[in-house]
Every structure is written in structure tokens, then in C-alpha cells.
């Protein structure tokens, strides 16, 4: 199988902000910390560290409010029990709507915070 890859920026699909962030054009870096990369995930982790007691709280306390109505409650609350360790840390990533990338976008964004985790 052949392959052709393109360039986002070739598409048009996205905007120049979303492309230069993918880029890690130096001009955003003032906007976020490390790039979400596995290999930075030690040092973000170090960072985040001294995440408060309370504010782990407020964390599961709000998670497990999302969770309330969910059919398999109770494995969602096992499962959140360790976010309160000092020891324990979260991936977190969000959807931004894009006109036609459709679901799979939302699959892929899946996928990629599974295998990162795993990393």
C-alpha cells in the first residue's frame, strides 16, 4: 500500500492557530506548559506534584457527581477511588467540534489519550 501523507496546514481544514500549536510554534509556548507528549509526562507530573489535598477532592467529589447517573455507577466510583492519592495523576483532553472531521476525529482523540496513558 502506497501512502501519501499531508501536511494539516495543506488541508485547510484547520485554522493557523490549531496548525501552529500542533507545530509547537515558539510564539504559543507562553500559552501552556509542556507539550502533551508521553516523554514529558515525567516532568508534568513533577509539576503537578504538589496538586492539594482539597483540590483532589474537589476533583473526585466533581467527577463523581458526572458520574451519578451512569448505569455502572459503582465501577466509576472504584475506579475514581485513587484520584485522591498524592500518587496518582490524570490525562485529560476535550473535543473541539470540527466541521467535517465528523466522529472519527472523537475516536482518534480516544485512542490517542489510551496509548498514551499506556506510555
Known amino acids: 500500500m502506497q ?14 492557530f490549531f496548525t501552529d500549536y500542533i507545530e509547537r510554534n515558539d510564539q ?14 515525567k516532568e508534568q507530573i513533577k509539576a503537578k506534584a504538589s496538586f ?3 483540590n483532589r477532592e474537589v476533583l473526585v467529589k466533581s467527577l463523581l457527581k458526572q458520574y451519578g447517573k451512569a448505569q455502572d ?6 475506579k475514581l477511588r485513587p484520584s485522591k492519592r498524592p500518587d496518582t495523576f490524570t ?14 476525529f472523537f475516536i482518534y482523540k ?6 498514551a496513558c499506556k506510555n
Not at 110 to 115: H, S
Open 3 to 16: 501512502v501519501h501523507r499531508v501536511a494539516l496546514t495543506e488541508t485547510n481544514a484547520f485554522s493557523n
Open 28 to 41: 504559543l509556548k507562553p500559552f501552556y506548559g509542556l507539550f502533551p507528549t508521553p516523554e514529558n509526562f
Open 52 to 54: 492539594s489535598k482539597e
Open 73 to 78: 455507577f459503582q465501577s466509576h466510583v472504584f
Open 91 to 104: 490525562i485529560t483532553t476535550g473535543h473541539q467540534l470540527n466541521i467535517f472531521t465528523g466522529p472519527l
Open 110 to 115: 480516544i485512542a490517542a489519550v489510551i496509548n
